[in-house]
């Protein structure tokens, strides 16, 4: 037997059981699990609500990093990431301490990586990649705004941006996390009212990327000056926003939304030379670790927004 997090019912949280260990099958690639992201999107599909969903009880999540014990065409004890056909979203998951897949979802790392790294790295980086290079055609000198600067996705694109010689401001919730925000990015606290209204005053930015969205979206639009561009990347604070068009047209910002599935193929495509500088150190995702038993925990606190860049489980 092996331990997996499984959910029996739709809306309830999993329970952390023994499931038969998986055995190797020709065809298969068997794996070792030494680290397993939750995700925004685990917790969207444990609703039941969502237009994918697996048979229950089924074990969720939807990437993963690990070793391999036996496959076709990898050697055992290669790393890889876990990520991609249907795991936790037609069928069971990573959340467990071995799995057997299919080759279409495992991809090997141009570069070793730490397992939490590497469990976590995938969606924040490709994320914010696509957004800055693909979408804003970000240039150097540029100056960029990233709300949720010490989120997952935010930071990474703080990263990006800087790496790319743009100037950057990270907005955060309150004043108590600014030292969290990214080397080399300014920060401004919400909680701050003098600095936010001089952001609205001055509109600094020529392009804003923001993964907050909610009703505020369209006021922080008004920190880019008329004819630059705001990315749209979450909605953590509201999936709705009202667009007065005539001010919209007056402040002459357009929005341009990332849809990452699809974007897909282009994320696979840079996701090696992101993995190259998460190795050298230019690039860092924080990570906050659980141990497997805790993981109903962690999926409360995921959903609270009280997690400190991406929530990891952690085996052995």
């Not at 914010?128 to 693909?134: I, P, T």
């Not at 639009?221 to 909605?235: F, L, Q, S």
């Not at 190795?279 to 924080?286: I, N, P």
Request: aromatic share 4%.
């Amino acid at each position: 037997m092996t331990r997996a997090a499984r959910f029996h019912a739709w809306g309830a949280s999993p329970v952390v059981e023994d499931v038969p260990e998986p055995a190797y099958e020709p065809g298969r690639v068997l794996v070792e699990v030494k680290a397993a992201a939750l995700s925004h999107l685990d917790l969207t599909v444990a609703t039941g609500s969502f237009a994918m969903k697996p048979a229950l009880p089924y074990v969720g999540g939807v990437e993963a990093s690990g070793v391999v014990l036996a496959a076709d065409d990898l050697a055992p004890g290669t790393q890889v990431l876990l990520r991609g056909g249907g795991l936790g979203l037609l069928r069971d998951g990573c959340w467990t301490e071995r799995v057997s897949v299919s080759p279409k979802a495992v991809s090997s790392l141009a570069e070793p990586l730490p397992h939490e790294v590497a469990a976590s790295f995938f969606v924040p980086a490709t994320t914010a990649y696509v957004a800055l290079h693909d979408i804003a055609r970000l240039e150097p000198g540029e100056e960029v705004v990233v709300t949720g600067a010490t989120g997952a996705v935010g930071a990474m694109v703080a990263q990006q941006a800087r790496l790319a010689g743009a100037t950057v401001t990270g907005l955060v919730g309150r004043s108590d996390q600014l030292d969290r925000v990214p080397e080399g990015v300014r920060g401004v606290a919400a909680d701050d009212a003098a600095a936010v209204a001089e952001l609205a005053s001055a509109r600094p930015a020529s392009l804003l990327v923001d993964t907050l969205g909610g009703a505020g979206l369209v006021e922080r639009t008004r920190w880019v000056r008329p004819g630059g561009r705001a990315v749209v990347i979450g909605y953590v604070l509201g999936a709705s926003v009202t667009v007065d068009l005539p001010s919209w047209l007056l402040d002459d910002v357009a929005l341009l939304p990332v849809n990452m599935v699809r974007h897909e193929r282009r994320a696979r495509e840079v996701a090696p030379s992101l993995v190259g500088r998460l190795a050298s150190g230019e690039l860092g995702v924080e990570v906050e670790r659980f141990d497997l038993a805790e993981l109903p925990k962690a999926l409360e606190l995921l959903r609270e927004g009280r997690v400190r860049g991406r929530a990891v489980v952690t085996f052995g």
